[in-house]
């Protein structure tokens, strides 16, 4: 069952869903997780190398992601 609601703005870009990978926050219509990106990018990849890998993974999506995650960071520092 998902979880996000389609009124977020993640909704186009990741599924949390409690029948896939136990609820993880995926990427839509793929069972990667999006803490594989991160993962990714900690680890000194590219995108492109990422992309490679998963090639169920859109660039659309990794920037929607990308671009979601640093915004709720900042909110949240702003409302440190």
Do not use: C
């Amino acid at each position: 069952m998902e979880r996000l609601s389609r009124k977020s703005p993640w909704y186009p870009f990741v599924s949390v869903d409690t029948e896939r990978l136990g609820g993880e926050p995926v990427f839509r219509n793929t069972r990667v997780p999006i803490r594989v990106l991160f993962e990714y990018l900690e680890g000194g990849h590219s995108l492109d190398e990422f992309m490679d890998d998963f090639q169920g993974v859109t660039r659309r999506q990794i920037a929607a992601v990308l671009r979601l995650s640093a915004q709720t960071v900042e909110g949240r520092i702003k409302a440190a």
